[in-house]
């Protein structure tokens, strides 16, 4: 049984340029959730998706940012356009319906340069 | 705003020993806690967690307690071992809300 996946582990653009992160959740897992850390910080929510739906977007930068979950494949998080702010570390979770205590990819992490 | 603080970036301890991690928030709301640990390159690993309604929870060398009037939890490892070493992380959600508010997270050394 797989756990999170989350494709590629490590990312470089460049700026002005578009980043796709990608995530299968585990296998029975409906709830997909997206978190960035920045250096010497915690994890900042940023958007929890369910298939084909966006339940809450409220962690996610106005622009530039946008995330799926369509019904079939895995989620995306994208980022268009991006500065060196955006250099972070994307994990994904998964949980099923009732549980909080959901299960993070490994991560990806993206620099910009 | 932090809404959920660990004020201490780094601990050490002898192998053997307990280590008492520290957490507090600042949110009423919040009513569901948890502690990941994360090792480098690696994704958060659930560890434990509690409810409100609780004031203690134990699994196995891990026990976490909530006091909810100074808005305090804390995690306890004993014994401690080598393979603790990691960054522990303190997290929080409100009932109704799916996403959890975490931490700056604390380096834990444990030394043999």
């Known amino acids: 049984n797989a756990g999170v996946m989350q494709n590629p582990r490590h990312l470089v653009r460049r700026r002005g340029q578009e980043a796709r992160l990608r995530c299968s959740p585990m296998k029975g897992h409906s709830h997909v959730y997206w978190y960035r850390q920045l250096p010497e910080e915690g994890l900042k929510f940023m958007v929890y998706l369910q298939k084909e739906n966006i339940i809450d977007e409220s962690g996610m930068p106005k622009e530039r940012f946008s995330a799926e979950f369509p019904k079939e494949g895995p989620s995306i998080l994208r980022i268009q356009q991006v500065v060196r702010g955006d250099s972070a570390a994307y994990f994904c979770?998964?949980?099923?319906?009732?549980?909080?205590?959901?299960?993070f990819g490994s991560g990806t992490r993206l620099t910009v340069v | 705003d932090q809404q959920v603080k660990q004020n201490s970036p780094s601990l050490s301890v002898q192998e053997g020993r307990i280590s008492i991690l520290n957490c507090d928030y600042t949110?009423?709301?919040?009513?569901?806690f948890l502690w990941y640990k994360k090792y480098p390159a690696e994704g958060p690993t659930f560890l434990i967690s509690?409810?409100?309604?609780?004031d203690k929870n134990e699994d196995g060398r891990f026990t976490v307690f909530l006091n909810k009037s100074a808005k305090h939890l804390s995690l306890h490892i004993v014994p401690s071992q080598p393979g603790d070493s990691a960054v522990y992380f303190c997290a929080a959600a409100p009932g109704s809300a799916r996403q959890l508010t975490f931490g700056s997270g604390t380096q834990l050394t444990v030394l043999p």
């Open positions: 509690i409810s409100s309604i609780k």
């Open positions: 949110n009423s709301m919040f009513d569901y």
């Open positions: 979770a998964s949980s099923p319906d009732t549980v909080y205590g959901y299960t």
